[in-house]
């Protein structure tokens, strides 16, 4: 789930930023997020919150079948 805010840059224009949580650290067990900043509209933040989140479920299947067909 992504969270995004609005806010205001130096120049005086608003812009958006989205933290989106991205899983647990295997070594560590830590938690780890990723953010983006820069979105002129929310529209633009939600699109690519959406394809982030689409990236990292990928990556963590992908991961999870290596580790699946080394270890059978």
Known sequence: MATIKKYTKSNGTTAY???LYVGTDLLT?????TT???FKTQRE????AVKIE???K???KE?????????L
């Open 36 to 38: 983006r900043r820069g």
């Open 45 to 48: 933040a939600r699109q690519a």
């Open 17 to 19: 930023q989205i933290r």
């Open 29 to 33: 067990g830590k938690k780890q997020s």
């Open 54 to 56: 689409q990236a990292v």
């Open 63 to 71: 991961t999870c079948n290596g580790y699946l067909s080394r270890c």
């Open 58 to 60: 990928l990556q963590a």
